[in-house]
């Protein structure tokens, strides 16, 4: 059983800083590529960011410059440091990815439960 469990999250200033993290566990071989989503009050779940397997990253245009996405893969665990936040930051944050679970390599894709990050003004 796999699941990816996030944590970091909490309430800050503006123009703080927060690290959320997200580690799979249960029978995990590996982790393929990963990725983080928000989803604001009464808003669509949108990418924040995003890294491949290799390292390559992708962010959205609202958080490049502030946000950065990491990986450990011997930890099977992705970063995702935010600097300089701002309100509009505010959301439910989700850890997606594709994660080998079975011994011939067999991936599958998870989401965690979200963590909740408050940014007041």
């Known amino acids: 059983q796999v699941q990816l469990v996030e944590s970091g999250g909490g309430l800050v200033q503006a123009g703080g800083s927060l690290r959320l993290s997200c580690a799979a566990t249960g029978t995990v071989f590996g982790i393929n590529a990963m990725a983080w989503y928000r989803q604001a009050p009464g808003k669509r779940r949108e990418l924040a960011a995003s890294?491949?397997?290799?390292?390559?990253?992708n962010y959205a245009d609202s958080v490049k410059g502030r946000f950065t996405i990491s990986r450990d893969n011997a930890k099977a665990t992705v970063y995702l440091q935010m600097n300089s936040l701002k309100p509009e930051d505010t959301a439910v944050y989700y850890c997606?990815?594709?994660?080998?679970?079975?011994?011939?390599?067999?991936?599958?894709?998870?989401w965690g439960q979200g963590t909740q990050v408050t940014v007041s003004s």
């Open positions: 890294i491949t397997s290799d390292g390559s990253t």
């Open positions: 997606e990815g594709n994660i080998v679970s079975g011994l011939m390599g067999s991936s599958a894709d998870y």
